[in-house]
């Protein structure tokens, strides 16, 4: 049998494909460069499945009309960030309740797109790693690619609950020392910084800068994988 075909199908693909939570708040939608003018003329709202370096899938209604080989635009947004990326319908395939397109994007992808990217491959990859007690705490990690690792700390009481983390995301870390029961509280006392590694700044974050920070925090904590404790993501949801 020739190597090649005992791959698997994810390691055959050019890129790597990376999960979009449920719970992401990532918003998308997609415009289509259709045949049929009813679909070429509006936007189509719908789930962001997953990214990749180089193409996305994206969930839409089954009454958009498109075929592979259209052009397209996809659509994404927080709060007040946008950004649009255009690509190409790699496939279009209908299923009972939606209608799946599978985008590969222009050749070029804009700067826009990598930050959110990077946000989502640095927490869909989180696994567990290394548990341990430190100074009457305990103490979990989770790490993804390079230098991508959560910490996080618990107390020592029966109900083990969240009392700090440091999350070093892709471009920035977001860390809270000490929390408490107000939650409005804990999330005002988060701090950010350079992840390792970043060479733009080493010291403290430039007002832009924090905002970016914020905004890469925000998608990574609303979009962890479901092997992640559960306390553990809604602690760090209603802190981003």
Not at 37 to 42: G, H, L, M, N
Not at 95 to 113: E, I, M, P, T, W
Not at 197 to 207: K, S
Request: aromatic letters at 8%; glycine letters at 8%; a positive charge.
């Amino acid at each position: 049998m020739d190597a090649n075909e005992t791959q698997t199908k994810e390691s055959q693909r050019k890129h790597v494909r990376y999960t979009v939570s449920d719970d992401c708040r990532l918003r998308a939608s997609i415009k289509l460069q259709s045949s049929d003018p009813e679909t070429a003329k509006k936007d189509w709202p719908g789930t962001l499945v997953d990214m990749s370096s180089g193409g996305a899938h994206i969930q839409i209604s089954m009454g958009a009309v498109a075929y592979k080989g259209d052009s397209c635009v996809l659509k994404l947004s927080l709060g007040t960030m946008k950004t649009e990326v255009r690509g190409t319908l790699a496939h279009y395939v209908c299923s009972a309740r939606y209608s799946v397109c599978g985008l590969k994007f222009d050749h070029s992808v804009n700067q826009g797109y990598e930050p959110l990217y990077k946000a989502v491959v640095a927490s869909s990859t989180l696994k567990a790693g290394e548990t341990a007690t430190e100074a009457g705490r305990y103490r979990e990690e989770y790490r993804g690619p390079g230098h991508t690792k959560l910490v996080v700390w618990r107390d020592n009481k029966p109900e083990r609950a969240v009392v700090a983390f440091d999350y070093v995301i892709a471009r920035y870390a977001a860390a809270l020392t000490g929390a408490g029961p107000d939650m409005f509280k804990n999330k005002s006392e988060v701090a950010f910084r350079a992840a390792p590694g970043d060479n733009r700044n080493t010291g403290a974050l430039g007002r832009d800068q924090e905002a970016e920070a914020r905004l890469e925090f925000s998608i990574a904590a609303s979009n962890l994988p479901k092997t992640i404790p559960p306390d553990i993501r809604k602690f760090l949801r209603l802190v981003s």
